[in-house]
């Protein structure tokens, strides 16, 4: 359910980010203010206990197949919704950082979907909606069940939602959610079995551990989490519909914030002006994919491949980026080599290689 | 966290990226903070482009390369985590393909439809995104990488989570590879446990996590922790950062408003825009 960074646009990831700050800000505080102080190395090694537990498998009756914890929920268990939530995020950083599970920009969805949401829907909504103080009984475990399983299914259907959002995917909204949605009630039940068998033990060995006291961030309202969400669901909306009003690709405006073509289109005299003539001379993408040699006047908007008659496809334009592409791809790894030979040679002048 | 499973190999591959981190090259000895701002910037910029887009896209693996060179990474390691992480970017991607069949592309008769091109476009994309994230820890390493996010004001605490939990990464999965060898030697064979047993392993394994948390926050208190986490700054901002960043920054736009690959190949083609 990791989101990469190559199905992510600027504009959600950045989105994404703001709402994975200001929850991780909002925590490191609630932390920070908290009594305990022994909740440092506890939330670290709470970390790379989910690192280790899901090196542990258990075979799934029936199917063949095999399951483990993802860890989301039973953080937030034990840990309490604030801790778990940067427990959680600094586990999403290292699988980013060290297996390239998830990417940088990829990141704020990965923390959203998998941290915001058990924490701080699951969790306070369903779960102790409907455990109440009831921890280890039946009534308990089927909370942890049904709230290991909303916030699966909350979670993939926000990725349906910021893969949507990026429209770098073909991939129409119905056929995704069909897609990811069963999938994830399966991940769901499983991740509720393994939070609850590994609950379950710890209840009849030790059961003083799960009643640690004071969870941080437990006591938060049940008001402010509404509020949160909705704030949040009002700016994603306003991002989405936005998206949809310049549909198909929704990225002019960052493509203008980056680039300043605006700019470089519109001021046609000094360097500028030698620069754009350049551009139109050589680029032969000017900015907006394959579609607009034919019309060079009509660039940003008709955007869709079906805009474009078909004549106006060019081979001459299409070799030329083929050529073009390949030898810079070709440049740059013969530029990487001989920027290794000198970095070695350099090193072994210094006496260190 | 539905990731991949994790096993006793890629703690061996966290400790690889480990031990290139504190290598000390040219690349090694730019600050964390440059790097990160660099690798972000290039991220952004890299997904900024339309989704039909190949060429314009080609020059920015230059900032990989550079990363991966001059900081004497192997590129076989790093080649290898990209393909390990390929199969989610791959399914989705490709629908593309199979939803997109406009033909946006000719070379000479054969014509390419919008999806492949898309599709490749999101492949390049997914190499140079995950190569320079890879890249960026490569080049510097955790450590440094974290306290470099604590000046940039990401909040201590993070940080500190974010260092114990590498830090006890290994402890606490040398611990879980070590159930699960015992297990292995008393299963007779058998791969995969029940849920019964499950539960008890994973318990065990967070019991002795929690026992080792109270160890080592013990072990905090004999040595004056006082609730107060502290950092340690390790670097200054130098200008030759400041040249880094600024360079950087400065070629990303350039890549960005023109498209070099295609500049290129007008020239040596003589083909015309």
């Not at chain 2, 905090?220 to 609730?227: D, I, P, Y």
Request: with cysteine; net charge positive; charged share 15%.
């Amino acid at each position: 359910m990791h989101m990469a960074d190559a199905l992510v646009s600027p504009a959600v990831g950045g989105t994404m980010w703001a709402a994975a700050g200001g929850s991780i800000a909002f925590c490191a505080r609630k932390v920070k203010q908290s009594p305990r102080d022994d909740l440092v190395p506890l939330m670290g090694v709470m970390g790379a206990f989910v690192f280790a537990a899901q090196m542990i498998n258990f075979s799934i009756p029936g199917t063949g197949s095999s399951g483990h914890l993802g860890g989301g929920l039973i953080l937030t268990l034990l840990l309490g919704p604030c801790a778990a939530l940067l427990v959680i995020a600094s586990v999403l950083t290292v699988q980013a950082f060290f297996f390239a599970d998830g990417g940088l920009l990829a990141l704020g969805c990965n923390i959203v979907n998998l941290g915001c949401i058990p924490a701080f829907i699951a969790y306070p909504l369903v779960y102790r909606g409907l455990a109440g103080n009831a921890r280890s009984t039946s009534r308990g475990r089927a909370a942890t069940m049904v709230a290991a399983i909303v916030g699966l299914q909350l979670g993939a259907f926000a990725v349906v939602l910021e893969t949507r959002a990026s429209g770098i995917s073909e991939l129409p909204f119905g056929a995704f959610v069909l897609l990811m949605q069963p999938i994830h009630l399966a991940i769901g039940v499983v991740e509720g079995l393994a939070t609850v068998a590994a609950l379950s033990f710890i209840a009849r060995a030790r059961p003083e551990a799960l009643s640690a006291p004071s969870q941080v961030g437990t006591s938060v309202r049940l008001r402010s989490v509404l509020v949160g969400v909705a704030v949040c669901a009002a700016i994603l909306g306003g991002v989405a519909s936005w998206f949809a009003s310049t549909h198909p690709d929704g990225l002019e405006w960052s493509i203008a914030g980056v680039s300043g073509r605006e700019e470089l289109r519109s001021s046609r005299d000094g360097l500028r002006g030698k620069l754009a003539a350049l551009q139109e001379a050589t680029a032969f993408l000017p900015g907006y994919g394959f579609r607009t040699t034919g019309h060079p006047a009509a660039p940003a908007e008709s955007d869709r491949p079906t805009a474009q008659p078909w004549p106006a496809v060019s081979a001459e334009t299409s070799l030329s980026g083929f050529v073009g592409g390949s030898l810079t791809l070709a440049l740059a790894c013969l530029l990487g080599l001989g920027l290794r030979a000198g970095a070695r040679r350099g090193a072994g002048r210094t006496g260190r290689g | 966290m539905s990731g991949g499973v994790l096993g006793l190999g890629d703690l061996v591959e966290i400790g690889r990226l480990d031990d290139l981190g504190r290598l000390d090259t040219p690349m090694h000895r730019v600050d964390a903070r440059a790097k990160a701002i660099v690798v972000l910037a290039f991220i952004i910029v890299v997904m900024s482009f339309p989704r039909y887009e190949i060429s314009a896209i080609t020059p920015f693996i230059l900032c990989p390369v550079a990363f991966i060179s001059l900081g004497r990474i192997p590129v076989r390691h790093i080649a290898r985590k990209i393909l390990v992480a390929l199969p989610f970017a791959l399914v989705i991607g490709l629908f593309n393909p199979i939803l997109d069949r406009q033909p946006i592309v000719a070379f000479g008769p054969h014509t390419v439809a919008g999806g492949w091109v898309s599709f490749a476009s999101i492949l390049l994309r997914f190499a140079l995104t995950v190569g320079a994230a890879l890249a960026l820890v490569a080049c510097t390493g955790l450590y440094r990488l974290g306290a470099g996010l604590g000046q940039l004001g990401v909040p201590r605490v993070f940080v500190v989570q974010l260092l114990f939990c590498h830090r006890y990464l290994f402890v606490v999965a040398d611990e879980g590879g070590r159930m699960m060898r015992g297990v292995a030697l008393r299963s007779d064979g058998k791969r995969t446990l029940s849920l019964r047993v499950y539960g008890s392993l994973v318990g065990h394994l967070l019991l002795r996590s929690l026992d080792r948390a109270e160890r080592v926050h013990r072990a905090m208190l004999a040595r004056g922790f006082t609730g107060e986490i502290r950092v340690m700054r390790c670097s200054a901002f130098r200008g030759s950062d400041w040249l880094f960043v600024c360079g950087w920054l400065a070629f990303f736009a350039a890549a960005r408003a023109w498209n070099l690959a295609a500049a290129l190949g007008c020239l040596l083609t003589g083909g015309a825009a």
